[in-house]
């Protein structure tokens, strides 16, 4: 069974930045691809950064430029850094974990960009 935790989000000012961090728990082996979805208001789930198990990284064309997604396998722990954060930036923020066809999700974290 594996277990995400999300922390980092809160309330920031329009230009502002944020850090958000996953960290993953129990038993993980084998070709992990890490990634980072957001539910904006009104909106579908969108996949916001992904990063694969050899560390190739993927971007929404919203947030490139904008946005930096990493990972520390030694601490099995995803980041995504946000800077230059805008009003429609705002949505929870997911963590999401892949590994042989399964999916794992975290519950969440909420972020508000607003003045």
């Known amino acids: 069974q594996v277990q995400l935790v999300e922390s980092g989000g809160g309330l920031v000012q329009p230009g502002g930045s944020l850090r958000l961090s996953c960290a993953a728990s129990?038993?993980?082996?084998?070709?992990?691809?890490m990634n980072w979805y957001r539910r904006i208001p009104g909106k579908e789930r969108e996949l916001v950064a992904g990063i694969s198990s050899v560390g190739r990284t993927t971007y929404a064309d919203s947030v490139k430029g904008r946005f930096t997604i990493s990972r520390d396998n030694d601490k099995n722990t995803v980041y995504l850094q946000m800077i230059s954060l805008k009003s429609e930036d705002t949505a929870v923020y997911y963590c999401n974990l892949q590994i042989w066809g399964s999916h794992y999700w975290g519950q969440g974290t909420q972020v508000t960009v607003s003045s």
């Open positions: 129990g038993r993980i082996s084998g070709p992990v691809a």
